[in-house]
């Protein structure tokens, strides 16, 4: 049976990263935005936070908890809830440090997850998105061909998160005989690898990603993640699912709270515009989305914990979740009217990155 109380631990957790994101990220989140400008200062403390230190093994020097995909999509919604570009930010290098610690070989964790352990941020990454219409992470179009003991890698990928300054990218691509996917440790002085400019978006314009080119670049067999076994491919899907799931209830749910106190404090003709029945239908509208979204991720994240196969519930979280955080936000922009659509209030920018969603495969894992 879920549990819809958090135990002590993640109450605790979810409290420290509410006052992170409302003390720290909240008074930065638009000047950053407005600029383009990663929050280095910012992005440092929730580093200082410690959710990724805490679920590396002892035996590489972590504190060796387990790796709860429930108590990382609380982490995850409340991160968002500040700022979308922060907690990306943030949790970009769980995106190499997760996969490491749940399918790298006893080699690979030694030599890789003490990065992790520094008490300076660790911009590793990962590199999974691919431009194009119609993504599919099950098609992918970058191939790895094994040469001896050496693997080639080609393709492009897109929105690879902080790779101009990433040491290590976790590279998923498509075996080019049996068509599996597997991913590769690459470095970022490897032969091959080509990050070109930082790309220009829509939203999540505080945290820079780029488009990196693969040109015939070559790896030891040895960087294979998980050696000769592999990786669950399927569970990793899962994992980035209800993450981004997650950050879109945070999202979703800065955007209510705002267009609901503003809606109560408001007042037009004579009385509150909240006492407008259009306006006070949208808003209960917009909470039921908020729980709906919320209780489908904890769902998907409480049976990757209990070892089930969670794909279905896993996708139809994320599908719902993208579309309620783009009615949440727009029901926002509704209820502050002109203000709406004035950069200097919050709702547009929560608009502009709820909105992108449903292309943000690979961008978040819990």
Do not use: C
Not at 58 to 81: I, M, N, P, Q, W
Not at 89 to 113: C, D, H, K, W
Not at 178 to 199: C, F, H, P, T, W
Not at 331 to 357: D, H, K, S
């Amino acid at each position: 049976m879920v549990s819809f109380t958090p135990t002590e631990d993640q109450q605790t957790l979810i409290d420290t990263i509410r006052r992170y994101a409302l003390n720290d990220v909240r008074p930065i989140a638009h000047e950053h935005d407005e600029d383009s400008k990663f929050p280095a200062n910012v992005v440092q403390k929730g580093w200082e936070l410690g959710l990724i230190p805490t679920v590396i093994p002892e035996d590489v020097g972590g504190f060796g908890d387990s790796l709860s995909a429930v108590t990382g999509v609380l982490a995850a919604e409340e991160l968002a809830y500040g700022d979308l570009s922060v907690a990306m930010s943030v949790m970009s290098p769980a995106l190499f440090a997760y996969p490491l610690i749940l399918y790298g070989t006893a080699e690979q964790r030694e030599n890789l997850l003490p990065i992790f352990l520094e008490e300076k941020f660790a911009p590793a990454t990962a590199a999974l998105l691919e431009p194009g219409i119609s993504f599919d992470p099950n098609s992918l179009k970058t191939t790895a061909t094994v040469d001896g003991d050496k693997v080639h890698l080609n393709g492009i990928k897109a929105y690879v998160p902080l790779a101009d300054n990433a040491p290590w990218m976790l590279v998923y691509a498509r075996d080019s005989v049996s068509g599996n996917v597997n991913a590769y440790l690459v470095e970022d002085k490897s032969e091959g690898v080509q990050i070109e400019n930082r790309e220009k978006l829509m939203g999540l314009r505080a945290m820079p990603m780029y488009r990196v080119n693969f040109n015939n670049a070559t790896v030891d067999m040895a960087s294979k993640l998980g050696g000769a076994v592999g990786i669950n491919y399927a569970n990793i899907l899962n994992r980035q699912r209800v993450a981004l799931a997650a950050m879109a209830v945070g999202v979703a749910r800065s955007a209510f709270e705002y267009a609901r106190d503003y809606a109560k404090q408001r007042v037009q003709f004579g009385k509150p515009i909240a006492q407008n029945q259009a306006i006070a239908f949208m808003l209960a509208e917009s909470a039921i989305e908020i729980d709906g979204a919320r209780l489908m991720a904890w769902e998907a994240a409480w049976k990757i914990d209990g070892g089930q196969d969670a794909t279905r519930e896993a996708v139809l979280a994320k599908q719902y979740a993208d579309k309620a955080v783009l009615f949440v936000t727009d029901t926002a922009v509704q209820t502050l009217g002109g203000y709406g659509f004035i950069r200097e209030y919050p709702a547009e920018r929560w608009l502009r990155n709820g909105r992108g969603f449903p292309t943000f495969d690979g961008l978040a894992i819990v």
